[in-house]
């Protein structure tokens, strides 16, 4: 039970750090850093001629995937919903989360695209699933 617990853990952790982007940014301070959660500061969606209001509404639908993928994995991790959703969600949650950073890239970020290469490299080429699951 203790690796369902941590992996359901896991996955709503990082899940819940993507909120940042939907939520308030702090204010800022002179000389302090940017804030890494910007929706309507897009490297590659801004050259394209997309307005900031667009890419904000698209990023909100990105941030409801990579919530929604996250949280579907960690209730199949602890047995809630079915246990053969635990790929696909844990494979969604990552993707999105992949492409939500790499649309509204900040270096500081780069943690969360290992993070997610690493649970697409368990869940999908390791066919790993918390225990009893049984993938």
């Known amino acids: 039970m203790i690796p369902k617990l941590l992996m359901a853990g896991f996955l709503l ?3 819940a750090i993507h909120a940042g ?4 940014g702090p204010p800022a301070t002179a000389g ?6 910007e929706l309507g ?3 590659i969606l801004g050259p394209l001629g997309i307005r900031p209001d667009v890419a904000r509404i698209l990023g909100i639908a990105v941030v409801a995937g990579t919530l929604g993928g996250f949280a579907l994995a960690a209730l ?4 809630v919903a079915l246990a053969a959703i635990w790929p696909a969600s844990v494979a969604l949650g990552a993707l999105a989360s992949i492409a939500l950073l790499g649309l509204y890239f900040h270096p500081w970020l780069v943690v969360g695209f290992a993070i997610d ?3 697409l ?4 080429v390791r066919n790993w699933a918390p225990d009893g699951l049984g993938s």
């Open 13 to 15: 952790a990082h899940a």
């Open 21 to 24: 982007f939907v939520s308030p």
């Open 32 to 37: 302090g850093p940017a804030w890494p959660f």
């Open 41 to 43: 500061r897009s490297w």
């Open 76 to 79: 199949a991790a602890l047995g």
């Open 117 to 119: 290469v690493a649970l």
């Open 121 to 124: 490299w368990v869940v999908v």
